[in-house]
Protein backbone atom coordinates (compact mmCIF):
# COMPACT_ATOMS: atom_id res chain seq x y z
CA UNK A 1 0.00 0.00 0.00
CA UNK A 2 1.02 3.50 -0.93
CA UNK A 3 2.00 5.56 2.63
CA UNK A 4 -1.19 8.27 2.23
CA UNK A 5 0.59 10.91 4.49
CA UNK A 6 3.09 11.76 1.98
CA UNK A 7 0.30 13.04 0.25
CA UNK A 8 -0.36 15.81 2.13
CA UNK A 9 3.64 16.15 4.00
CA UNK A 10 3.78 19.92 4.68
CA UNK A 11 7.24 20.03 4.16
CA UNK A 12 8.91 17.73 1.79
CA UNK A 13 6.60 18.25 -1.66
CA UNK A 14 3.82 16.13 -2.52
CA UNK A 15 4.69 12.99 -4.35
CA UNK A 16 2.75 14.48 -7.67
CA UNK A 17 5.16 17.73 -7.76
CA UNK A 18 8.26 15.14 -6.76
CA UNK A 19 8.02 13.34 -9.28
CA UNK A 20 7.15 16.03 -11.69
CA UNK A 21 10.32 17.21 -10.77
CA UNK A 22 11.84 13.77 -11.27
CA UNK A 23 10.85 14.06 -14.66
CA UNK A 24 12.57 17.03 -15.58
CA UNK A 25 15.76 16.27 -13.43
CA UNK A 26 15.76 12.99 -15.77
CA UNK A 27 15.06 14.80 -18.69
CA UNK A 28 17.39 17.66 -18.52
CA UNK A 29 20.28 14.63 -17.50
CA UNK A 30 19.58 12.35 -20.10
CA UNK A 31 17.84 13.63 -22.41
CA UNK A 32 14.82 11.95 -24.78
CA UNK A 33 15.26 8.45 -25.12
CA UNK A 34 13.80 7.99 -28.43
CA UNK A 35 11.33 5.23 -27.04
CA UNK A 36 10.04 2.16 -28.26
CA UNK A 37 13.34 0.54 -30.14
CA UNK A 38 10.53 -1.13 -32.89
CA UNK A 39 9.80 -0.22 -36.35
CA UNK A 40 6.21 -1.25 -36.22
CA UNK A 41 3.58 -1.96 -33.62
CA UNK A 42 3.66 -5.00 -34.41
CA UNK A 43 7.66 -5.43 -33.64
CA UNK A 44 7.14 -3.09 -30.39
CA UNK A 45 4.13 -5.89 -29.09
CA UNK A 46 6.97 -9.05 -30.14
CA UNK A 47 9.28 -7.31 -27.99
CA UNK A 48 6.97 -6.49 -25.18
CA UNK A 49 6.66 -10.12 -25.31
CA UNK A 50 10.34 -11.32 -25.37
CA UNK A 51 11.67 -9.07 -23.46
CA UNK A 52 10.48 -10.68 -20.32
CA UNK A 53 13.67 -12.43 -18.27
CA UNK A 54 15.75 -11.13 -21.03
CA UNK A 55 18.28 -8.39 -22.19
CA UNK A 56 17.31 -6.27 -25.45
CA UNK A 57 20.13 -7.29 -27.06
CA UNK A 58 18.64 -10.83 -27.16
CA UNK A 59 15.39 -9.86 -28.24
CA UNK A 60 16.61 -7.99 -31.01
CA UNK A 61 18.52 -11.01 -32.74
CA UNK A 62 15.10 -13.05 -32.18
CA UNK A 63 13.23 -10.08 -33.74
CA UNK A 64 16.18 -10.12 -36.55
CA UNK A 65 15.53 -14.19 -37.36
CA UNK A 66 11.63 -13.70 -37.51
CA UNK A 67 12.00 -10.90 -39.92
CA UNK A 68 14.38 -13.36 -42.27
CA UNK A 69 11.72 -15.58 -42.12
CA UNK A 70 8.73 -13.13 -43.22
CA UNK A 71 7.21 -13.85 -39.79
CA UNK A 72 6.76 -10.24 -38.81
CA UNK A 73 3.38 -10.46 -39.69
CA UNK A 74 0.21 -11.26 -37.68
CA UNK A 75 -1.29 -13.92 -40.50
CA UNK A 76 2.13 -15.93 -40.61
CA UNK A 77 2.34 -15.96 -36.65
CA UNK A 78 -0.52 -17.47 -35.97
CA UNK A 79 -0.12 -20.08 -39.08
CA UNK A 80 3.22 -20.96 -38.01
CA UNK A 81 3.39 -23.91 -35.86
CA UNK A 82 4.83 -23.52 -31.83
CA UNK A 83 7.34 -25.24 -32.63
CA UNK A 84 8.96 -23.62 -35.67
CA UNK A 85 7.92 -20.31 -33.97
CA UNK A 86 9.62 -21.12 -30.61
CA UNK A 87 12.82 -22.18 -32.83
CA UNK A 88 13.06 -19.05 -34.66
CA UNK A 89 13.00 -17.20 -31.13
CA UNK A 90 15.21 -19.56 -29.66
CA UNK A 91 18.00 -16.30 -28.72
CA UNK A 92 15.36 -14.19 -26.18
CA UNK A 93 15.12 -17.58 -24.11
CA UNK A 94 12.98 -19.26 -22.37
CA UNK A 95 11.68 -19.68 -25.91
CA UNK A 96 9.30 -22.10 -25.75
CA UNK A 97 7.10 -20.20 -23.12
CA UNK A 98 7.60 -17.62 -24.86
CA UNK A 99 6.35 -19.35 -27.94
CA UNK A 100 2.81 -19.86 -26.78
CA UNK A 101 2.72 -16.90 -25.30
CA UNK A 102 3.21 -14.81 -28.44
CA UNK A 103 0.47 -17.64 -30.11
CA UNK A 104 -2.11 -16.82 -26.87
CA UNK A 105 -1.46 -12.81 -28.03
CA UNK A 106 -2.17 -13.38 -31.67
CA UNK A 107 -4.68 -16.25 -30.99
CA UNK A 108 -6.83 -13.06 -29.31
CA UNK A 109 -5.79 -10.65 -31.69
CA UNK A 110 -7.16 -13.00 -34.22
CA UNK A 111 -10.52 -14.09 -32.00
CA UNK A 112 -11.11 -10.74 -30.45
CA UNK A 113 -10.23 -7.86 -33.20
CA UNK A 114 -10.30 -10.16 -36.64
CA UNK A 115 -6.93 -9.20 -36.67
CA UNK A 116 -6.30 -5.55 -36.54
CA UNK A 117 -4.84 -3.99 -34.00
CA UNK A 118 -6.74 -1.04 -35.39
CA UNK A 119 -9.98 -2.44 -33.89
CA UNK A 120 -8.38 -3.25 -30.25
CA UNK A 121 -7.06 0.75 -30.58
CA UNK A 122 -11.12 1.78 -30.53
CA UNK A 123 -11.20 0.12 -27.48
CA UNK A 124 -11.74 1.97 -23.92
CA UNK A 125 -8.37 1.71 -22.42
CA UNK A 126 -9.17 0.16 -18.97
CA UNK A 127 -11.61 -2.47 -21.16
CA UNK A 128 -8.85 -3.59 -23.82
CA UNK A 129 -6.28 -3.18 -20.63
CA UNK A 130 -8.75 -5.69 -18.82
CA UNK A 131 -8.50 -8.41 -22.24
CA UNK A 132 -4.98 -8.05 -22.64
CA UNK A 133 -4.44 -9.02 -18.96
CA UNK A 134 -6.96 -12.40 -19.42
CA UNK A 135 -4.54 -13.54 -21.90
CA UNK A 136 -2.36 -15.97 -20.77
CA UNK A 137 1.73 -15.15 -20.51
CA UNK A 138 0.62 -11.47 -20.32
CA UNK A 139 1.23 -9.59 -17.21
CA UNK A 140 0.81 -6.03 -16.35
CA UNK A 141 4.24 -5.28 -17.38
CA UNK A 142 3.45 -6.12 -20.34
CA UNK A 143 0.12 -5.23 -21.05
CA UNK A 144 1.39 -1.62 -20.52
CA UNK A 145 4.48 -1.71 -22.29
CA UNK A 146 1.82 -2.68 -25.12
CA UNK A 147 -0.65 -0.35 -24.48
CA UNK A 148 1.61 3.19 -24.14
CA UNK A 149 4.12 1.65 -27.10
CA UNK A 150 2.66 0.02 -29.44
CA UNK A 151 -1.10 1.20 -29.38
CA UNK A 152 -0.37 4.81 -27.94
CA UNK A 153 -2.60 4.75 -24.74
CA UNK A 154 -1.96 6.47 -21.75
CA UNK A 155 -0.68 3.92 -19.41
CA UNK A 156 2.14 4.14 -17.50
CA UNK A 157 4.56 1.07 -17.30
CA UNK A 158 6.10 0.16 -14.08
CA UNK A 159 8.83 -2.43 -13.65
CA UNK A 160 11.60 -3.04 -11.27
CA UNK A 161 13.65 0.11 -11.87
CA UNK A 162 10.65 2.03 -10.80
CA UNK A 163 9.82 -0.30 -8.05
CA UNK A 164 13.85 1.30 -7.07
CA UNK A 165 13.17 4.83 -7.64
CA UNK A 166 10.43 5.11 -5.91
CA UNK A 167 11.30 2.82 -2.96
CA UNK A 168 14.75 4.30 -2.45
CA UNK A 169 13.06 7.50 -2.68
CA UNK A 170 10.61 7.16 -0.12
CA UNK A 171 7.84 7.25 -2.03
CA UNK A 172 6.11 4.04 -1.14
CA UNK A 173 6.98 0.97 0.85
CA UNK A 174 7.72 -2.65 0.04
CA UNK A 175 4.45 -3.65 0.31
CA UNK A 176 3.58 -1.49 -3.16
CA UNK A 177 2.25 -3.52 -5.63
CA UNK A 178 2.40 -3.17 -9.55
CA UNK A 179 -1.28 -1.38 -9.54
CA UNK A 180 -0.50 0.83 -6.41
CA UNK A 181 2.38 2.30 -8.25
CA UNK A 182 1.13 2.76 -11.25
CA UNK A 183 -1.79 4.52 -9.69
CA UNK A 184 0.90 6.88 -7.89
CA UNK A 185 2.16 7.97 -11.06
CA UNK A 186 -1.51 8.48 -13.28
CA UNK A 187 -3.00 10.40 -10.31
CA UNK A 188 0.77 12.30 -10.24
CA UNK A 189 1.39 12.78 -13.92
CA UNK A 190 -1.34 13.90 -16.06
CA UNK A 191 -2.25 11.03 -18.85
CA UNK A 192 -0.01 11.80 -21.47
CA UNK A 193 1.19 9.25 -24.21
CA UNK A 194 4.49 11.11 -25.13
CA UNK A 195 4.75 11.91 -20.89
CA UNK A 196 4.55 8.60 -20.29
CA UNK A 197 6.51 7.01 -23.04
CA UNK A 198 9.43 9.80 -21.87
CA UNK A 199 9.29 9.05 -18.33
CA UNK A 200 9.49 5.25 -17.95
CA UNK A 201 12.38 5.29 -20.83
CA UNK A 202 14.18 7.75 -18.29
CA UNK A 203 13.44 5.68 -15.64
CA UNK A 204 15.07 2.98 -17.17
CA UNK A 205 17.74 4.69 -18.03
CA UNK A 206 18.51 5.82 -14.66
CA UNK A 207 18.22 2.34 -13.31
CA UNK A 208 20.78 1.07 -15.72
CA UNK A 209 23.15 4.34 -14.99
CA UNK A 210 22.96 5.11 -11.83
CA UNK A 211 20.18 3.21 -9.38
CA UNK A 212 21.44 -0.39 -9.71
CA UNK A 213 20.86 -3.10 -7.15
CA UNK A 214 24.05 -0.94 -5.41
CA UNK A 215 23.01 2.72 -6.11
CA UNK A 216 25.83 5.32 -7.36
CA UNK A 217 24.51 8.06 -6.20
CA UNK A 218 27.10 9.99 -6.60
CA UNK A 219 26.67 12.08 -9.72
CA UNK A 220 23.01 11.03 -10.07
CA UNK A 221 20.36 13.52 -11.08
CA UNK A 222 18.29 12.59 -8.34
CA UNK A 223 20.73 12.64 -5.56
CA UNK A 224 19.48 15.69 -4.18
CA UNK A 225 16.31 14.80 -3.57
CA UNK A 226 17.99 12.03 -1.25
CA UNK A 227 20.11 14.68 0.58
CA UNK A 228 16.92 16.73 1.21
CA UNK A 229 15.34 12.89 2.49
CA UNK A 230 18.38 12.51 4.80
CA UNK A 231 18.03 16.23 6.35
CA UNK A 232 14.89 15.58 7.08
CA UNK A 233 13.46 18.78 4.45
S1 LIG B 1 21.08 6.10 -7.58
FE1 LIG B 1 20.69 7.01 -5.59
S2 LIG B 1 20.08 9.15 -5.99
FE2 LIG B 1 19.90 7.98 -7.91
S3 LIG B 1 17.79 7.33 -8.02
FE3 LIG B 1 18.95 5.67 -7.07
S4 LIG B 1 18.81 6.02 -4.87
FE4 LIG B 1 18.23 7.91 -5.92
Known amino acids: MLEAPRMTDPVRPPVGETLDLFYHRLFEAFGPQGWWPGRSPLE ?14 NVEKA ?41 NF ?31 GIGPETADSILLYALEMPTFVVDTYTRRMLERHDLIDSTAGYEDMRSLFQLAVRPHVARYNEYHALIVRLGKAHCRPSPRCAGCPLEWHLKSIADGE
Open 44 to 57: IIVGAILTQNTNWQ
Open 106 to 136: VEWLWESCAGDLEQARERPLDQLRDELLSIN
Open 63 to 103: IARLDTAGALDWAVLRDLPAGQLAELIRPAGYYNVKAKRLK
